[in-house]
């Protein structure tokens, strides 16, 4: 949705052509991409700025704007190339009449600053950086993504099994290129994992909370766990209390040599969530002698 | 021609701001050939025009803005090369 024209331009309802002119003007010199290079944020807001004033600019167009025959959203305007995204990489038009006359020193600065001396300069292309955001499941089992980047080309990225929160992939040749014909840069993918709704990593495992119920606690039983690759069945000792941890082997993370860390299951007690009137009745009669809280002095 | 269209442009105009020197589009057999760059460096003398700079103004800030884009582009190089040189210097 876009946002109101008047206040994007920053003028009164009852502004004349004229002032708006002028507002428009102001904003759009300093927020020019062109004309403000160095400055990415301003692309945005000239983009606003520009929609705006393509509506309130036109007096006719303004007028149906005002009996809300229009609104702003139809004058958002198509993605533009703006000249700067083009004329630094070099273009016909790329000037050196701006540091020509440092060109003649005999020193290093003669390599850059004259065009002879940057056509023989060699070098190896700058690295790129990327983030990509994956869930915890993904990144453990190993997965396939694509990105893309700023200018347009999909990189295929192949997350190894096991791969760690903040660890950087690293795609030999896919940064900026050489200059000269020197080698390109890479490509540097760090890695940003989501936690997982249960389950959380601890180097190479994983541990989990499992709710057991007060009948599964007391006399044991196989239950069934979630695990990274899938479920499982567990054997629950007999007499397991809250906070017991169950070890299950080779169920955590893969490591590169081929082995896999486990999963670490720590059992907690459930009541059932509704009161049982027959569990009271039958809890009513046990006469146990057990106090938990005697290591509390209490 | 869609690419004059693309930057609500005419072609018309195009190829006057071409004879007067603002573009310079490649020549072929078919005559002149409007490239990404000559439709980027379009939209930015229209939207000068917008801002109220005159017909005599436009080249003289179409060179300023070549300029500088040329200063950045060696600024950048020189800037790539001193942290190369820097990360031999360390050995990483």
């Known amino acids: 949705m876009a946002a109101d024209p008047y206040t994007v331009l920053g003028v009164k309802k009852d502004a004349s052509q004229d002032e708006i002119q002028k507002a428009y003007r102001r904003l759009a010199k300093k927020l020019h991409p062109d004309l403000n290079p160095g400055n990415k944020k301003a692309e945005e807001q000239f983009k606003e700025v520009s929609a705006a ?20 959203s139809g004058t958002e305007r198509p993605q533009q190339r703006y000249y700067r995204d083009f004329a630094e990489g070099g273009s016909q038009y790329t000037s050196d009449a701006g540091f020509a006359d440092f060109a ?6 003669s390599q850059f600053f004259g065009r002879e001396g940057r056509a023989n300069i060699r070098m190896r292309g700058s690295d790129v950086h990327y983030r990509l955001e994956l869930d915890l499941l993904d990144a453990i089992n190993g997965d396939k993504r694509q990105v893309t980047l700023p200018d347009g080309t ?68 196989k239950v069934q766990a979630p695990t990274p690759s899938g479920i499982v069945t567990m054997t629950v000792p007999k007499w397991s209390n809250t906070g017991t941890v169950l070890r299950l082997r080779g169920k955590g993370v893969p490591r590169v040599d081929g ?28 006469r146990g002698t057990y106090s938990p809280r005697q290591a509390m002095e209490v | 021609m869609a690419f004059a269209r693309h930057a609500q442009v005419d072609r018309k105009v195009l190829d006057r701001w071409a004879e007067a020197g603002w573009l310079s589009p490649r020549q072929n057999s078919t005559g002149q ?50 942290k190369l040189q820097q990360q031999g210097q360390d050995g990483t």
């Open chain 1, 53 to 72: 004033y393509d509506l309130l600019g036109d007096a006719d167009k303004r007028a149906r704007f005002d009996r809300g025959e229009i609104d702003a």
């Open chain 1, 104 to 109: 003649g020193a005999d020193d290093i600065f």
């Open chain 1, 154 to 221: 999909v990189l295929d990225v192949h997350i190894p099994a096991g791969t760690r929160d903040g660890q950087i992939l690293r795609l030999r040749g896919k940064g900026r290129p050489g200059i000269g014909g020197g080698p390109p840069g890479d490509a540097l993918v760090e890695i940003e994992v989501r936690p997982h709704r249960f389950f959380t990593r601890k180097g190479d495992d994983i541990h989990v909370e499992l709710p057991i119920s007060l009948s599964e606690a007391v006399l044991g039983g």
């Open chain 1, 259 to 286: 082995s896999k860390g486990d999963e670490l299951v720590t059992l907690k007690v459930m009541l059932p969530e509704k009161p049982d009137p027959e569990l009271e009745k039958f809890v009513a009669h046990w």
């Open chain 2, 33 to 82: 050939r409007f490239s990404e760059v000559d439709l980027a460096r379009a939209y930015l003398i229209r939207d000068l025009q917008k801002l109220g700079v005159n017909d005599d103004s436009i080249p003289i800030v179409l060179d300023l803005v070549d300029q500088l884009h040329g200063l950045r582009q060696v600024l950048r190089e020189l800037l790539l090369a001193m």
